[in-house]
């Protein structure tokens, strides 16, 4: 569906393409039972609505110092760990939070990967065995891990795709986690963030490479 179709002028924010098709449901059923059911109609169109806010896409000003690495995603610091010899920082993104995933660094786009997996909540230790995409881009990762409800990830770029720092990559439905694996000339010393951290997707910069 076209980015901004006519409805989106009632807005008062911006969505993903995703979200209009996702609220039309509701929204047809709402339409259609609201002259006969008020209470349930009126349900509906606030799950519609619902639907949309969840999807909101807002604009972000990215930082422009050479060397600094920013957070994937919306959401609270919840993972900090070594994962071989790199460092792994995960982000949880709460269902109030925006779940538009953004690159942490530029780069070119190696390729993209999806691997099925379990339905564990996003915040929960096993979780990284749920079904995530992988978007690799040599020097980093970055993994999009799907929660309990989430099973909609919505990668935005493909193989050969030259980022800017800050640049979407994709969205995902519903709660779910947003995980990079930095590379391998950060370290522990280089992280500007914890696990319990707020951060803002494209914003926030949670490392500084030397």
């Known amino acids: ?9 009632v807005l008062p924010f911006d969505v993903v393409d995703e979200a209009w098709r ?8 709402a339409a259609v039972t609201l002259p006969f059911l008020p209470p349930v109609g009126i349900g509906l169109f606030a799950l519609a ?8 896409d807002p604009e972000r000003s990215t930082a422009e110092a050479e060397g600094v690495v920013v957070a994937p995603a919306d959401g609270t610091v919840s993972v900090v760990r070594e994962e071989g010899e790199r460092l792994r920082v995960g982000v949880f993104m709460n269902v109030t939070d925006v779940h538009v995933n953004r690159a942490p660094l530029a780069g070119e786009v ?4 999806h691997r099925p997996g379990a339905n564990r909540p996003a915040f929960d230790k096993e979780s990284d065995r749920n079904e995530q995409v992988a978007i690799d881009f040599g020097e980093y990762e ?4 799907a929660g309990w409800f989430a099973r ?3 990668p ?7 980022v800017d720092r800050g640049d979407r990559v994709g969205h995902v439905s519903f709660g ?5 694996i930095l590379p391998a000339d950060v370290d522990e010393g280089d992280l500007l963030v914890t696990e319990g951290d707020a951060v803002r997707a494209g914003e926030t910069i949670i490392a500084e490479r030397d």
């Not at 996702?22 to 059923?29: G, H, K, Q, S």
């Not at 190696?110 to 990967?113: F, I, L, N, W």
């Open 49 to 56: 609505l619902g639907v949309l806010w969840f999807h909101r």
């Open 1 to 9: 569906m076209a980015r901004n179709p006519p409805l989106a002028a």
């Open 110 to 113: 190696r390729e993209v990967r």
């Open 142 to 145: 970055l993994l999009v891990i």
């Open 22 to 29: 996702l609220a039309l449901a509701p929204a047809l059923a």
């Open 152 to 154: 909609r990830i919505h």
């Open 156 to 162: 935005a770029v493909e193989p050969g795709d030259a």
């Open 176 to 180: 779910s986690r947003a995980d990079v």
